[in-house]
């Protein structure tokens, strides 16, 4: 079965320092894909960053990068000179070939100005 | 115009009432999910559909019926509302020839609030 664990309900930031969000996830596949994704206020779900499994090499966007750690089926989050808009819901999501796209629980992401 | 709309946005409704939840598309994707947020719980999926014909059961399907009008269209029925299915209901869409390997794209959600 597909876990996906957010252990952090939520976490803070001072603006314009780093913020990393942790995600563990479990599964005996070996080809997988893992995602971030954004949830602000508006209710949007929007992707911020996705990792191939089979790619060693971490994933980047702009401020926003993962450490992907496969043998210790980790996946977090880093979030460089955080800013107000950064403030959301980070949902960790895991999907393989052939199921479907699956959730953590969620961190709530607070910026301070 | 949203690629993936969904409507209403908000919208309460009473205990024992049928209420419909539509959800439509404009990204040309044949795959199309209905996912609830629950506080503390993240997102689970309700049903999905991968084409007109085929309708699948998710991890909580459980008071729910989806019915599956045209590629572009699905749409949540909860047949008698209880108050345990408040939530914010979202629809989601993927692309067979990638497999979803890139993510789905979501609506906006609807906030559906069962008194």
């Known amino acids: 079965a597909q876990t996906v664990t957010q252990s952090q309900p939520e976490m803070s930031v001072q603006e314009a320092e780093t913020v990393t969000l942790s995600c563990t996830y479990d599964?005996?596949?070996?080809?997988?894909?893992l995602f971030w994704y954004k949830q602000p206020p508006s209710r949007q779900m929007i992707l911020v960053i996705r990792?191939?499994?089979?790619?060693?090499q971490n994933a980047t966007e702009n401020r926003f990068s993962v450490n992907f750690q496969k043998a210790a089926k980790s996946f977090s989050l880093k979030i460089s000179d955080s800013q107000l808009g950064d403030a959301a819901m980070y949902f960790c999501?895991?999907?393989?070939?052939?199921?479907?796209?699956?959730f953590g629980t969620g961190t709530r992401l607070t910026v301070i100005p | 115009d949203a690629d993936v709309t969904q409507t209403p946005r908000n919208r309460i409704t009473k205990t024992g009432k049928r209420i419909m939840l539509e959800c439509s598309q404009t990204?040309?994707?044949?795959?199309m999910y209905w996912y609830r947020q629950d506080p503390g719980l993240g997102l689970r999926l309700i049903y999905y559909?991968?084409?007109?014909?085929?309708?699948n059961k998710g991890e909580i399907s459980d008071g729910y019926s989806v019915s599956r009008q045209a590629q572009a269209k699905f749409s949540l029925s909860l047949e008698s509302a209880i108050p345990n299915q408040t939530a914010l209901y979202f629809c989601?869409?993927?692309?067979?020839?990638?497999?979803?390997?890139?993510?789905?794209?979501f609506g906006s959600g609807t906030r559906l609030t069962v008194v």
């Open positions: 989601a869409t993927s692309d067979s020839r990638t497999g979803g390997i890139y993510g789905y794209t």
């Open positions: 559909s991968f084409d007109v014909k085929d309708i």
């Open positions: 990792q191939e499994a089979y790619k060693q």
């Open positions: 990204k040309g994707h044949d795959r």
């Open positions: 999501a895991h999907k393989t070939g052939a199921n479907n796209l699956f």
């Open positions: 599964t005996s596949e070996s080809d997988y894909y």
